[in-house]
């Protein structure tokens, strides 16, 4: 980490505004405080000292950013503002204490006793359908809706062109490539479904993945809450879990994949980084080995922290291209943000839901059955949005789609 934290980042912003267009916040209200370079303004007096942390300024307009980096890919000078704001949020939250619902969020869905309580607690009232019926708009139904989002696909909800199950190619591939499988928090809490078709799916396609004990939460939402030294620690115990090699470490969580390759920055784990790897791009490096057909429109929605953090774009729609006859059609502003952000859409409801607004129009324009996304917490937005709008589409992570294609094709039972 560099004496000024992350801030140097910033320094190579010269005003120019292109970024202003790719910031949904800044679209959601037209406030030039609210854009990349209103608050990189705004983090640049607070490191000089010229504005507070308890500055009304600071405080509202840093704590309704995304952190969604759409404005990075954009910016003709290369500024990092990802690494920015969370140097910001690191001053800041030496100075006051993240807000009470941040600290309960991160505690009983990180903490590895408390989150499996928590998570347990959560399948079992998933499991009841309460959520589903309950999904709609306002907090508590939103957050209702997110739930019924993680539930698994019953693997009913596309359709087959001929309804017949196939032999598999015989040509198995021979290579078996071992990969170690990141597993995080909430998506082993309730998504671990996804990881399931994670390991089928990468091992037709020549992958022999490993399971890793000891592994913890990437520290992505304790980075984002800015505080950097718990997310230190949870990197640390991560390192040591995956240990010394060049095995690469698969990862099917957009945010937490671009977490673990920031461990470079945080804990000067730069080779641990260079390991990391989307689950798609994995598939994609293999082809990947095609599916059964499987009739059914999907709208793909790339989670920011794959396509902006990651810069990682085609290679999701190549493992979508896998799966014969399916149609995938893209949204205008699949690059900008659906609202998620971790725990934005728990703390900021008013700016999460409009940043969600015109992704949900988009949708019922294009009318998918499916919305394809790599990211829990994007599956989990998009999801009690569709509910709550009124939507009859689904939100799913691309591999379940492989994998539902692999199923049919009779890779697997
Ligand atoms: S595009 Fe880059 S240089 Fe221009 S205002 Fe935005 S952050 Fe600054
Ligand atoms: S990270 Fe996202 S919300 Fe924050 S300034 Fe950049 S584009 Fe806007």
């Not at 704590?63 to 003709?76: I, S, T, Y």
């Not at 990092?80 to 704001?85: E, F, Q, V």
């Not at 309460?130 to 993680?150: D, K, N, Q, V």
């Not at 993945?209 to 990197?235: I, K, W």
């Amino acid at each position: 980490m560099s004496e000024r934290g992350g801030f140097e980042a910033l320094d190579a912003c010269v005003h120019c505004g292109f970024c202003l267009q790719a910031c949904p916040t800044f679209l959601a209200t037209g406030d030039e405080a609210d854009s990349p370079r209103g608050r990189i303004e705004l983090m640049r007096a607070l490191e000089a000292g010229e504005l507070t942390p308890d500055d009304a300024a600071v405080v509202v307009h840093l704590d309704r950013c995304l952190g969604c980096r759409g404005c990075e890919p954009v910016c003709p000078s290369g500024v990092g503002y990802g690494r920015g704001i969370e140097a910001a949020r690191a001053l800041l939250a030496t100075k006051r204490r993240p807000a009470p619902l941040a600290r309960a969020a991160l505690w009983a869905l990180t903490t590895p006793g408390p989150s499996r309580i928590a998570y347990t607690l959560a399948r079992a009232l998933r499991a009841t359908g309460i959520p589903s019926r309950l999904a709609g708009w306002g907090r508590f139904r939103f957050a209702m809706g997110m739930l019924a989002a993680t539930k698994p696909s019953d693997g009913r909800t596309l359709g087959r062109p001929d309804g017949k199950r196939r032999q598999p190619p015989s040509d198995s591939p021979t290579v078996r490539q071992s990969v170690a499988l990141f597993r995080g928090c909430v998506m082993d809490g309730l998504f671990s479904h996804v990881h399931d078709a994670t390991v089928r799916t990468l091992e037709v396609n020549g992958y022999a993945v490993r399971e890793v004990p000891g592994q913890v939460c990437c520290g992505a939402l304790h980075a984002h809450a800015g505080l950097r030294e718990e997310a230190r620690r949870l990197a640390r115990a991560n390192v040591a879990a995956f240990g010394d090699g060049d095995e690469p470490i698969v990862v099917n969580s957009a945010g937490c994949g671009a977490m673990l390759k920031e461990y470079g920055h945080l804990v000067a784990e730069a080779r641990f980084a260079t390991r990391v790897r989307d689950v798609t791009e994995l598939l994609a490096a293999r082809g990947p080995r095609p599916g059964a057909p499987v009739d059914a429109q999907v709208a793909y929605d790339p989670p920011c922290h794959l396509l902006h953090a990651q810069r990682i774009a085609d290679e999701p729609y190549r493992v979508l291209a896998a799966i014969p006859v399916l149609r995938v059609v893209s949204l205008p502003d699949a690059a900008q943000c659906c609202g998620s952000a971790g725990l934005f859409t728990l703390l900021e409801p008013a700016m999460s839901r409009a940043v969600l607004a015109p992704k949900l129009a988009s949708l019922r324009t294009a009318s998918p059955q499916v919305v394809a996304t790599g990211n829990p917490g994007c599956l989990m937005q998009l999801g009690a949005g569709l509910a709550a709008g009124g939507l009859r589409a689904t939100a799913r992570h691309p591999v379940e789609l492989l994998d539902e294609s692999y199923r049919a094709a009779g890779y697997y039972a």
